[in-house]
């Protein structure tokens, strides 16, 4: 397959970095944001590097801390480092641009483009996020970053819709699950489209990924052999099959889910099964799974672009690679990397021709008219607790629970003084 033609190649990164802030990632980034280094046997004449490289992450940093809005310094360091990796990597010295980056208490999302390409032609760049928390508040949710590609000969061009979302943990909680998604869809909204008055939605682009820690487990029933194994290492062991994958996958949320229509409309993802569940591992380790949570593919990627028919499973985007780092053992998930080969571009050449994607007629999506009130209702409690939790961490050094004992401890010193006899 050759890819030096004018089709782009997107290159998505997720990772849930465990609350850890500026340690949530190695120094060396090459295993993860360089894949084109290791994909070579795909490309038939020379190395290419991505055209646009989206970096999410979840639970960037410690929850006090991104409930109260201090999650500047961490995404900024993340970008420095993050830009630095790719330009040291890029296999013929391509330099990138940062085009907008988004963070909504631990949901960051970063996108970069080529410098000799999309960063130079990008434009209407749009940032977006919303909550699906208690309350609308910010601890899962989603941001979201589009952008307009005009084409090189003046054509008005592509849009690109990048979403990194963090969806309710526990596999009991699937239809929780749900909600979020359908939340994010009727939530995170963009400027209207011409000659509409309605906000428009992540669908309303040419190119749409969708991906993050969706949370989504495997429910593998009672009778099935592999059930009685799921506490323990034999199902690791289990799961260094591809066959034995191939049969866990049929009891993968998301999959089902999808099949039912009931999530994940128009969206296509790739073989997921080809790598290892890529979570609950134990911290330290790259291959040992932590078995107090049944190992599951949490951690996703899923696209959608203006070529694929609404009426058959398969893409346009051809997928070049999609798997999971194992050798990053800092977090109980394990980053994924996915690098996509979209469709040639339109040739649209205004903005009523721009294309867009296709769904089918069964699911429309259905803009929040309170999507406002409720985003916003929940930045305001995620201040306000993140602001008493933080004020409470410092008192005690650095430690929630000393923080409460040291607060509860002169509230009764206090008390004792109004007391007194004298």
């Keep these: 397959m050759s890819v030096d033609d004018n089709r782009l190649l997107v290159q998505i990164a997720s990772y849930n970095t465990n609350l850890q802030g500026l340690k949530g990632i190695p120094q060396d980034l090459v295993d993860w944001l360089s894949p084109t280094l290791h994909v070579s046997k795909f490309l038939t004449r020379t190395r290419r590097a991505p055209d646009i490289v989206a970096v ?3 639970e960037l940093l410690p929850l006090h801390l991104g409930f109260a809005g201090l999650s500047s310094s961490v995404i900024d360091n993340r970008n ?24 909504n208490v631990g949901v960051a999302l970063l996108v970069y483009g080529r410098d000799d390409g999309v960063a ?3 434009t209407d760049v749009q940032n977006r996020w919303t909550g699906c928390g208690p309350a609308w508040m910010g601890n899962k949710g989603a941001v979201g970053i589009r952008f307009r590609v005009p084409g090189e000969n003046g054509e008005f061009g592509e849009t690109f819709t990048f979403v990194c979302a963090h969806l309710t943990a526990h596999a009991v909680k699937l239809q929780d699950r749900v909600a979020d998604y359908r939340h994010i869809v009727r939530t995170l909204l963009f400027p209207p489209l011409p000659l509409s008055n309605t906000p428009s939605t992540i669908f309303d682009s040419s190119h749409l990924f969708f991906f993050g820690d969706l949370n ?10 592999l059930r009685s194994m799921i506490t323990n290492d034999q199902f690791g062991e289990a799961l260094t099959s591809e ?39 134990l911290l330290g380790e790259v291959d040992k799974y932590d078995y107090r949570r049944v190992p599951a593919w949490t951690d996703r990627v899923l696209f959608a672009s203006h070529g694929d ?21 800092t977090s109980d998930h394990k980053p994924v990397v996915c690098l996509l080969h979209l469709p040639a571009p339109s040739a649209a050449t205004s903005l009523s021709a721009a294309p867009l994607i ?40 650095g ?23 004298w």
């Design 120 to 122: 130079r032609r990008a």
């Design 243 to 281: 066959d034995t994958r191939v049969q866990v996958r049929e009891y993968d949320q998301l999959t089902i889910e999808k099949r039912k229509s009931t999530i994940f409309v128009g969206l296509h993802e790739g073989e997921f099964w080809k790598f290892k569940c890529s979570y609950k591992y």
């Design 216 to 225: 989504f487990r495997l429910d593998i029933p009672p009778a099935h052999p």
């Design 309 to 329: 028919s609404p009426d058959e499973d398969k893409s346009k985007t051809d997928v070049l690679l999609y798997t999971s780092i194992p050798s990053y053992t």
């Design 56 to 58: 999410g992450f979840q």
């Design 358 to 397: 296709h769904l089918p007629a069964t699911f429309t999506p259905d803009p929040d008219p309170f999507s406002n009130y409720k985003r916003y209702l929940g930045r305001t409690l995620d201040r306000i607790l993140g602001i008493i939790w933080w004020l409470v961490n410092v008192l005690g050094a």
């Design 80 to 103: 420095v480092h993050i830009l630095s990796q790719i330009e040291a990597h890029a296999p013929n010295g391509e330099r990138y641009s940062l085009i907008a980056k988004e963070v």
């Design 399 to 421: 430690n929630t629970i000393l923080g409460i004992f040291n607060i509860l401890f002169a509230i009764g010193l206090y008390i004792l003084w109004r007391l007194r006899p």
